[in-house]
């Protein structure tokens, strides 16, 4: 929770060493996501213990905000002409995608047969908390489209869609850092499987015979949402790419992502969002 804390309070404040290239509160972050990861891939220990910690973390993270601190972070803009400050803001959405895999994941797995689950009902809850304070307040969301609603399931998504079809061409640009794009779209496709309600990475393909029977295997309190979530998921993944350079449609995303066109490290976790 202290790091959520100072992340939130220094997120957008540039380092005093490095400048615009990474924010102050980027390391608490990073730092926050890494924690949080490890607990959710160790989710496949059944020992009363580490079941606990984990939900411990997860309460404790919502506690410090952040959930507000992710909507803040994904919707905000990147202007990709200032390549420091773009570098920056995409590290950020980077590992507040990465916390957001970890935990929805985490409170996924935390169900029970009962549909018990003090985790995903907090985690839930302050999503609608975050959605109604932004509608409240008029926070107008920037990655949100549609004039629906517009929370940070769907704000995830949407950046998904909009960093997706340009992961390839980024990673090969003449910088000696080139734009995080593709390591985005990555920890994107992570956090919306997350959302969708998949297995952790780790046990992924330790569960594939349940691949064939997975709507039913997740029927929990939150499967509404959940569905809500693929549906979202599964628009943005079978979106057409644009090729700017023609002004035309290119290929199909999917198809694209799955035979590692845009970057063998995209297959697995598309795969798995799936």
Known sequence: STLV??????????????GAWASRGL???ECAAMLLLRAWRSSGNDDCHAHSARLTLLLEALDAGIIGLASRIVTARVHLRDHDGAYSRMRSKIAICLVLAALFGIAGSAEDEDNNSAGATRLYGAVDADCAAALAYGDEREMGGGGGRT???SSTVSLLGATLPYAQRFAMEDEDEP???MNLSEACLLAVGSMCGAESPGSFWDNTSKLSNFGEARIHKFSLQRRDACAMTCKAL?????????NRSGAFLLPSVLVGALGASLVTPALRAT
């Open 5 to 18: 804390t100072i992340a939130s309070e220094s997120i957008d404040a540039p380092s005093s060493l490095r």
């Open 179 to 181: 734009l995080p794009m």
């Open 151 to 153: 929370d940070i399931v």
């Open 238 to 246: 079978t979106s057409v790419a644009k090729d700017r350079g023609n």
């Open 27 to 29: 390391c608490h972050l």
